[in-house]
């Protein structure tokens, strides 16, 4: 699967954070896009001694969700730890993972953040921009903004705020289990990306395109 050359990734963390200021602008908070037949789950996992990225790919038929196609590839990790450029270092082991797919996806969800970012940019809005596809940033922590508590029930949701501007929502997918934090990645508005993680879950926390990537990058430790 072909994607778009933005950004070098042999760059220095102040060159990354204006890369994404730049980037951003990019970035379109509307549904973009037709029926939605295959979503992908994407992750990322990393060695024990953090050298070495391991992105995982997981094509789901849609609405069944059946699996269609897995890849995973490695890569070494080059850019140092700093919350908020996460995608500097986790971005190009997932290219190379979705270099190996034969099916391209109506969409992706990612394992992290979308518009809910210091400066509004993600990993999943970075990864939608360069394959060019509608995405999504599900996260299992909150990075940036407040909210209430959403209702126990699964489907219950409220608003992820940060300095005045709504950027995600905070989504109950599981009976009494932690919230996960959604946000638009590209190509989507926040009422989709919020239904379409609900529509993906299968009982479990984390919507299942992105529970399976996370299986799969683990395994491959």
Known sequence: MRYKTLNSWDITPVEAVRIQEELRQLVVLRDDFQEI????GVDVGLSKSQDMATGGVVVLSFP???VMECASASKPVTFPY???LLAFREIPAILAAFEKLTIEPDLLIVDGQGLAHPRRFG???HLGLLIDRPSIGCGKTRLVGKYE????????????VDD?????????TKLRTKPV???PGHKINFETAERMVLECAKGYRLPEPVRLA????SSSK
């Open 37 to 40: 037949r295959t979503v992908a």
């Open 149 to 160: 508590e959403p209702g126990i029930e699964p489907g219950s949701s409220s608003v992820l």
């Open 123 to 125: 990993i999943a809005c």
């Open 64 to 66: 069944d969700l059946v």
């Open 164 to 172: 005045s501007e709504r950027v995600g929502s905070v989504v109950r």
């Open 82 to 84: 700093i919350p908020g």
């Open 214 to 217: 996370h299986n799969l990058v």
């Open 181 to 183: 934090f959604v946000s």
